[in-house]
């Protein structure tokens, strides 16, 4: 029998904790796959814990990963994913916007030979101006960047087979990039569902237009990681060269200038200064790629660092 991890970070959801269970309860029931269901507490404040650890106890398919404080979602998937022994992981909001009945139709995809199936609210149900248009432009960017035609890498609402997920470490915004983060280790087999995404019942989202520069910065850096970290001199050499060239140009016709009696300060003194600019930056970005090579390689040696602190665990 096939296995099932439905991993779910959740801060402060103390209220939508019921309806989901009962919801996810209903779904799993129905599935021919033995499943747990892994809540990630991601330093709640309210009752969330106190209710997971009584129902718990009553099912052993339920299961807790406590941190010792907000992480964010990032660290809270990775922490869900480090405990998941499902052959499939499911990733899902604790929120309610994310339905459980939508659970079989990625588990279809997966069956019909799909590594990820990635969630797409077609019609979603958010605010334009500060959502839906600002979303619409950040997911066309990074399908371009990241080389995965998707509609949205902003949801959560995802499966995977568990070995894609391993040895991935999650941080700041990089969990909207697991998809992208997948697909740069090899060529897996990608679908897409569409979704509904009905507005929240209970609390307020945390999430705003200020999100969208780190996504950005975050979207940045896991490029350099996927494609250049492990020949960073190439990146750097390549711009560091250039300007040695611009630079040496210039400095070669300085100098016949020179010969030919030129005084060059008094004629070419705007081309001097750049050239010497552009020599200096030059010899800087190549050094500074050198270093970053070696950098690389302390890098890829260095311990396993996680990205969060488990306070305890429950059923795990």
């Given at each position: 029998m096939n296995t099932l991890s439905i991993v779910i970070p959740i801060k402060n959801e103390a209220k939508s904790l019921p309806e989901l269970l009962s919801r996810l309860n209903a779904v799993l029931s129905k599935l021919n796959w033995q499943s747990e269901i892994i809540f990630v507490d991601d330093g709640s404040r309210d009752e969330t814990y106190s209710f997971l650890e009584k129902i718990s106890k009553q099912d052993k398919s339920v299961k807790i990963v406590s941190l010792s404080r907000n992480f964010g979602k990032a660290a809270a998937l990775s922490a869900g994913f480090d405990s998941a022994r499902g052959d499939v992981v499911v990733t899902m909001d604790g929120d309610l916007q994310h339905k459980p009945e939508d659970i079989p139709k990625f588990l279809a995809k997966i069956d019909e030979g799909a590594d990820m199936v990635i969630s797409w609210r077609e019609k979603r149900k958010d605010n334009a101006l500060t959502r839906k248009i600002p979303s619409w432009f950040a997911n066309r960017f990074i399908a371009k960047m990241s080389g995965l035609p998707l509609h949205d890498f902003g949801g959560t609402f995802h499966a995977y087979k568990r070995e894609l997920l391993e040895g991935i470490e999650l941080y700041s915004e990089l969990h909207?990039?697991?998809?992208?983060?997948?697909?740069?280790?090899?060529?897996?087999?990608?679908?897409?569902?569409?979704?509904?995404?009905?507005?929240r019942k209970f609390g307020s989202s945390n999430y705003g237009l200020w999100r969208i520069v780190r996504v950005l910065f975050d979207l940045?850096?896991?490029?350099?990681?996927?494609?250049?970290?492990?020949?960073?001199?190439?990146?750097?050499?390549?711009?560091?060269?250039?300007?040695?060239?611009?630079?040496?140009?210039?400095?070669?016709?300085?100098?016949?200038?020179?010969?030919?009696?030129?005084?060059?300060?008094?004629?070419?003194?705007?081309?001097?200064?750049?050239?010497?600019?552009?020599?200096?930056?030059?010899?800087?970005?190549?050094?500074?790629?050198?270093?970053?090579?070696?950098?690389?390689?302390?890098?890829?040696?260095?311990t396993n660092k996680k990205t969060y602190r488990i306070r305890q665990t429950v059923n795990i």
């Open positions: 909207r990039f697991i998809p992208a983060l997948v697909n740069w280790r090899g060529s897996y087999r990608v679908a897409e569902v569409s979704i509904e995404n009905p507005p940045v850096t896991i490029k350099y990681l996927s494609s250049y970290i492990t020949h960073s001199l190439y990146f750097f050499g390549l711009f560091g060269l250039s300007m040695l060239s611009l630079g040496g140009l210039g400095t070669v016709f300085l100098i016949i200038r020179k010969l030919s009696g030129v005084l060059i300060l008094t004629e070419h003194g705007p081309l001097f200064i750049t050239s010497i600019f552009l020599l200096l930056v030059g010899i800087q970005l190549i050094l500074f790629g050198l270093m970053t090579e070696v950098l690389s390689r302390v890098y890829h040696s260095s």
